[in-house]
């Protein structure tokens, strides 16, 4: 496949729908930005998740005359940060799922069926039956792939028996885990193991938040010293903002988890209920950076240890989807490299096709895989990509903004908020509520209030 | 946050109590409407019975609110937690008066017109 970004005869047709935003972008004031500019671009988006349909609904309203095309399978939209609720007994699955089709802006040609295949160069996706459509401009919002299969003798569908749990799964899983737990506490006794994955996971506080809501039943059960709670993390920190990780370390200490640091599953014998954790060394830092290649993950000459269990709450390894990873998208080098979107960790436009752009769990960042960080990010590719089409250069810029209602205990949370700049500072929204505060209105706020700013995200309001 | 995306976050919160606030609303508008209708005037009119039954409904908020949102009492605990309790129970109790005063009215109303 050739790799050169610039195909001269489309950069033609590229400078003249450049040419053509910019003249009308210059008909309206700064004062008028938001309103409609003509266009006759191809926009393709991939992927119709969070970040995906945010983007349909701000370009399509932006954008007069522009062909925009969602691809998305999926006819019902999952609303996956109530899956550790539903995980929890506290929702039903049900309150997770909405149709697809009421949150497709009119305009949009949505294509119901995967992407198979992006060619960068040739500026072409390529469906599963084959087809191939052209774009000028496109956006990258596939979320991510679960690799259960990196664990051996793991697959999502053994999550709900033997003792699995794996609350990413699917909402299906979600559900499933819910009855593992029930099934567990029901028990009396018994050991149980969380886990967290040694890559870039999506919230990465839900590995910590299962664990917690864990914790408040069992101690509601009044039987909780007949239960043991293992936490095994594949590196040092157990969150990636300090003050949060070191508060999350002692709260566990405190409710008597015992941690143990740098193990990562890396087998799973459902029958025999046990796990195998390979132990990968003190230096290893894999929460933040992605630093284990997926050979790394089928080394032999690991140390390992092989435990029983009652419950296992299983995080898989995640990365970009197959189909990004052998595109010329994905990162050459750095943390990234091989597993995530190429992306400006600020501007969101692709590092070497200046006319794609990431947004949502796709992209190579160091944090920032949450439905929090899709809303502080499609204004930002909003923007870039106007003024890509405008050839203007980029004016927004992304700090990492990401957000992780930090469940601590039903009824309770804390609203962290930070981004990564400036060191993982705090970022609050609400000068009222302190981050470092375990609280109930942040509890309610992600019982009641995030879902429906989810889905005002969803159609570009938010 | 632009003020659609506000209204549309608040649309999508109360959707699923959109029956009983509209049911909520039109009982306290009947209530005072036919109160009115009977000479019931709010400042005039004095029931100690319902502004303790008032604050009654707002001191239960303090166990049930908590439940209603999967919670605990136990749990309302930073300064900002208060502060939306104290300002929950005070709403409750005004809810519930507005709904009890004229509604009494009503009642001895019809008492006295039996004695
Ligand atoms: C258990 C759990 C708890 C979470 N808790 C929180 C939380 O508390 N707060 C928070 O902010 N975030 C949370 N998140 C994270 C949040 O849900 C994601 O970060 C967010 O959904 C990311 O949006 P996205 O569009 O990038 O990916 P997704 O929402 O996953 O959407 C990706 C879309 O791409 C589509 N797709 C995939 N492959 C293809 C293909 N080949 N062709 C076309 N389309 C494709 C999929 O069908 C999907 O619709 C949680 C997630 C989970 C799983």
Redesign the interface.
């Known amino acids: 496949m050739p790799q050169h970004p610039l195909d001269p005869v489309r950069l033609d047709r590229r400078r003249l729908l450049q040419w053509s935003a910019c003249a009308t972008g210059l008909l309206f004031s700064a004062g008028l930005q938001a309103r409609a500019q003509s266009s006759n671009a191809r926009i393709v988006i991939v992927g119709g998740g969070a970040a995906g349909m945010a983007m349909a609904n701000r370009l399509s309203r932006r954008l007069d005359g522009a062909r925009i095309t969602l691809i998305e399978p999926r006819e019902v939209h999952h609303y996956q940060p109530g899956w550790t609720l539903v995980a929890s007994g506290v929702w039903r699955p049900e309150k997770t799922m909405r149709s697809n089709a009421r949150f497709v802006p009119g305009g949009v040609d949505w294509v119901r069926q995967p992407a198979a295949g992006i060619d960068a160069p040739g500026r072409q996706v390529e469906l599963s039956d084959g087809t191939r459509l052209d774009y000028d401009y496109l956006v990258v919002a596939t979320g991510l792939q679960l690799n259960y299969h990196l664990i051996d003798g793991m697959s999502p569908e053994l999550v709900g028996t033997h003792g699995i749990g794996s609350v990413y799964a699917s909402i299906e899983g979600a559900a499933r885990t819910r009855d593992t737990i029930d099934a567990w506490i029901a028990q009396g006794q018994g050991k149980g193991i969380f886990t967290a994955a040694p890559t870039p996971v999506k919230c990465a506080g839900a590995p910590l938040k299962m664990t917690f809501t864990t914790l408040s039943r069992l101690e509601a059960s009044g039987r909780r010293n007949d239960f043991q709670v293992d936490f095994l993390a594949p590196g040092d920190a157990l969150f990636s903002q300090p003050w949060v990780d070191d508060f999350v370390k002692q709260r566990f200490d405190e409710q008597g988890v015992t941690r143990r640091h740098h193990y990562r599953l890396s087998a799973i014998d459902p029958r025999a209920r046990e796990a195998e954790f390979t132990f990968v060394g003190p230096d290893s830092e894999f929460t933040s950076h992605h630093e284990l290649r997926e050979a790394e993950f089928s080394r032999e000459d690991g140390r390992t240890v092989v435990t029983d269990y009652d419950f296992i709450h299983v995080v898989p390894p995640m990365s970009a989807p197959d189909f990004i990873k052998t595109s010329d998208l994905v990162a050459r080098d750095g943390p990234f490299r091989g597993e995530w979107l190429d992306v400006d960790i600020h501007t969101l436009q692709h590092n070497r096709y200046p006319d794609v752009f990431g947004i949502g769990d796709v992209i190579g960042a160091p944090i920032n895989k949450t439905a929090a960080s899709v809303k502080a990010q499609a204004p930002v590719v909003e923007a870039n990509l106007m003024a890509q089409m405008q050839g203007q250069t980029l004016p927004a810029r992304h700090n990492g903004y990401t957000s992780c209602p930090m469940i601590t205990g039903i009824g309770k949370a804390m609203l962290v908020e930070f981004g990564y700049d400036d060191n993982f500072a705090f970022l609050p929204s609400f000068p009222f509520i302190d981050p470092k505060d375990e609280s109930w209105v942040a509890w309610v706020m992600k019982d009641r209030m995030l879902q429906p700013a989810y889905y005002a995200v969803l159609e570009g309001q938010a | 946050?632009?003020f659609?995306?506000a209204l549309?976050?608040?649309?999508?919160?109360l959707t699923p109590f959109l029956w009983p606030i509209a049911a909520g609303v039109v009982a306290l508008v009947v209530v005072h409407l036919l109160a009115r209708l009977r000479g019931y005037r709010m400042m005039a009119y004095r029931c100690p019975g319902a502004s303790l039954a008032a604050m009654a409904a707002g001191v239960s908020a303090l166990w049930w609110i908590?439940a209603f949102?999967?919670?605990?009492l136990a749990?309302?605990?930073?300064v900002?937690?208060w502060?939306?309790?104290i300002a929950a129970i005070i709403g409750m109790s005004l809810v519930v008066w507005l709904a009890l005063h004229p509604f009494s009215y009503l009642l001895r109303g019809r008492r006295s017109r039996f004695l």
């Open positions: 946050m632009t659609s995306g549309t976050i608040l649309m999508y919160a908590p949102t999967h919670s605990r749990y309302v605990s930073s900002f937690d502060v939306a309790m």
